[in-house]
């Protein structure tokens, strides 16, 4: 019977997981996404006048006959290279992306209470771009 006593947990255990539950918290969650841009980067002025890349990534899950999509809305502050690099990226492209998320709540114009989801881009990778050429690139929707 001692023999079992001796696998029990200890406190010093029971402390350390206590200790681990109560450490503050980072200033952003991170995010890691990996998918395809559901359109070319746009770039916007916000309301400061500072450029921001905007960008939409699209990932599938589930069974194949019932795949499910979320679209992911990211935001980037990329200059100089960086930003001309991904401005030529099209629709299509199979990017892995990790950003910093953050939940906002906010009021619609009617009323409503909504809240989402804010990506900010820290770093991109391109795992493959699109099989495409230019005519089905630049078609209408």
């Given at each position: 019977?001692?023999?079992?006593?001796?696998?029990?947990?200890?406190t010093?255990?029971?402390?350390?997981?206590?200790?681990?539950?109560?450490?503050?918290?980072?200033?952003?969650?991170?995010?890691?996404?990996?998918g395809?841009?559901?359109?070319?980067?746009?770039?916007v002025?916000?309301?400061?006048?500072?450029?921001?890349?905007?960008?939409?990534?699209?990932?599938?899950?589930g069974?194949?006959?019932?795949?499910?999509?979320?679209?992911?809305?990211?935001?980037?502050?990329?200059?100089?290279?960086?930003?001309?690099?991904?401005?030529?990226?099209?629709?299509?492209?199979?990017?892995?992306?990790?950003?910093?998320?953050?939940?906002?709540?906010?009021?619609?114009?009617?009323?409503?209470?909504?809240?989402?989801?804010?990506?900010?881009?820290?770093?991109?990778?391109?795992?493959?771009?699109?099989?495409?050429?230019?005519?089905?690139?630049?078609?209408?929707?």
């Amino acid at each position: 019977m001692s023999l079992f006593t001796s696998l029990r947990p200890t406190t010093r255990l029971a402390t350390a997981a206590r200790t681990f539950s109560t450490t503050s918290a980072r200033p952003a969650a991170r995010i890691t996404i990996t998918g395809r841009l559901a359109a070319d980067p746009e770039l916007v002025a916000t309301s400061t006048g500072q450029d921001v890349i905007k960008y939409a990534v699209g990932t599938s899950s589930g069974p194949r006959d019932n795949k499910q999509t979320s679209w992911f809305r990211v935001a980037s502050f990329a200059e100089g290279g960086q930003r001309d690099y991904l401005m030529s990226l099209q629709k299509g492209t199979l990017v892995h992306v990790e950003g910093d998320a953050k939940l906002k709540t906010y009021e619609d114009s009617e009323g409503r209470r909504q809240t989402s989801l804010n990506i900010t881009q820290r770093f991109l990778e391109v795992l493959s771009r699109p099989q495409n050429n230019n005519s089905e690139h630049h078609e209408s929707h």
